[in-house]
C-alpha cells in the first residue's frame, strides 16, 4: 500500500513539474513564467519528497523531507516577489494583452518607495508614500 501511494506522489510530483515546465516555456512574460515556475514546481517537488519519505519509510527521512519542504514553501515566494520586483524595476517588457499596471507611474527610481493612488492622498491620509 505505501508502495502505490508513494509511486501516486511520484506522478502527482511529475505532472505538477512538467506543468511549471510547459508554463515557462509557452507564457508570454516573465511575470507570468515566474508565476507558472513558482506555485506548480513547489508543490511539484513537495509531492516528490512526501513520496521519497513515504517509500522510505524512516523518521530521519520523513524530518529531512518536511524540513526541505517547509524550506521550499518559505521561500519560494520571497524569492519570486524579489525577481518579480527586479525584473518590473528594470524595465522588463509587460505582455500586451496585460489589463492593468497598477505600479505605473507610482514606483520611484530614486528612493525605491511606492507613492499613493491620486484618490488615497485627495482622501487626506496625510503620507505620500508606502514603504516597500
Avoid at 502527482?12 to 513564467?33: S, T, Y
Avoid at 521519497?52 to 519570486?80: N, Q
Avoid at 505605473?104 to 491620509?125: C, F, I, K
Amino acid at each position: 500500500m505505501a508502495q502505490i501511494m508513494s509511486m501516486t506522489l511520484f506522478l502527482i510530483g511529475a505532472a505538477f513539474m512538467l506543468v511549471a515546465a510547459i508554463g515557462v516555456v509557452r507564457m508570454p512574460d516573465l511575470l507570468m513564467r515566474l508565476h507558472c515556475s513558482t506555485k506548480s514546481a513547489t508543490l511539484g517537488v513537495s509531492c516528490v519528497m512526501l513520496g521519497a519519505a513515504l517509500h522510505f519509510s524512516e523518521v530521519a527521512i520523513w524530518a529531512r523531507a518536511l524540513a526541505a519542504i517547509a524550506f521550499l514553501f518559505a521561500t519560494a515566494p520571497v524569492a519570486a516577489h524579489v525577481l518579480g520586483r527586479a525584473a518590473y524595476v528594470s524595465g522588463a517588457p509587460l505582455w500586451l494583452g496585460t489589463l492593468s499596471d497598477e505600479l505605473r507611474g507610482r514606483y520611484s527610481q530614486e528612493s525605491h518607495r511606492l507613492t499613493s493612488p491620486p484618490e488615497v492622498l485627495e482622501a487626506g491620509s496625510g503620507k505620500g508614500t508606502v514603504s516597500g
